[in-house]
Structure formats: structure tokens, C-alpha cells
């Protein structure tokens, strides 16, 4: 048995312990926000937040994650009411996502810099916010991260 929270729910999967939790995720609790990319955790379209730092859910087991709470795109939003954040508004604002794949693993790594962070320098963005984009809307993310900053 594998024992989480996923989005602020207790979640008990009868699954084994090396499947990756991106699968756990989609295909057992239907959250398929977090995007299947890589596989090996190199372009970061599988980011969630475990216990409130990103993780590539595509090369972590479900094992590493027992008794964590863990947050995916459906649980970025502040209440029932699907507030958005600040970061998912910025995306908007700023017109960052243009096919949109990666975007739900960019705003969860976006969302877990400036909770931890909220004035990165530039060198900082580059070395937390490491998730590819095929479409190349980098100068619009940063352009969003900026405008949620206080050196904005």
C-alpha cells in the first residue's frame, strides 16, 4: 500500500512500491494535469511539489513519497472556488503557455521557487527553473516570475 496526500486528501493506492508516482497520479487517481515528457526527469513536464519542493514524479517511486503531501496542478488553486494563484494569473496575464504542454510542471516548480524564494535573482530562476520548453516562451516566463517580484 502506498499512503499519501495528494492535494489534501489521503490517498491509500493498493499499488507497488516502484511504480513512478507520476503514473500513481494519472492513472490511479485520474490527475492528469502532471504531464507524462521525458520519462527521465530531464524536462520537467511531471513536476509536482512533495512536501512543498518540486520533484520529477516521472523517476519517483511512490516509495520515496509515503507519507508525504504531495501537490499537483489541481491543487495549486486556493479554495474550491478554483481561485488562481498569483503565478497561474501571471501566465495568463503574461500570455506565457503557448502549446501549454510543459506548463503545468513549469507554474509547479515556478510556484515552489517563489514560496521558498520571493525575490530570486536571475541566477537563481536559471538554476531552480530548469524544466524545457519546446516552444520557447522563456523570455515570457521570466517576464511573468519579474512581475511577481519585488525587483519586478
Known sequence: MARFR???VAQELDIEPEMPLL???RDELGLTGTK?????AACGACTVQV???PVRSCVTPVSAVEGTDITT??????NAAATLTP???AW???QVPQCGYCQSGMIMAVSALLTANPNPSDDEIDGAITNICRCGTYPRVR???RSLTTTA
Open 36 to 40: 507524462f515528457g521525458c520519462g527521465v
Open 51 to 53: 512536501n512543498g519542493n
Open 143 to 145: 517576464k511573468a516570475i
Open 73 to 78: 496542478i489541481e491543487g495549486l488553486a486556493v
Open 23 to 25: 503514473w500513481a497520479l
Open 87 to 89: 503565478v497561474q494569473q
Open 6 to 8: 495528494v492535494n489534501g
Open 92 to 94: 495568463i496575464d503574461h
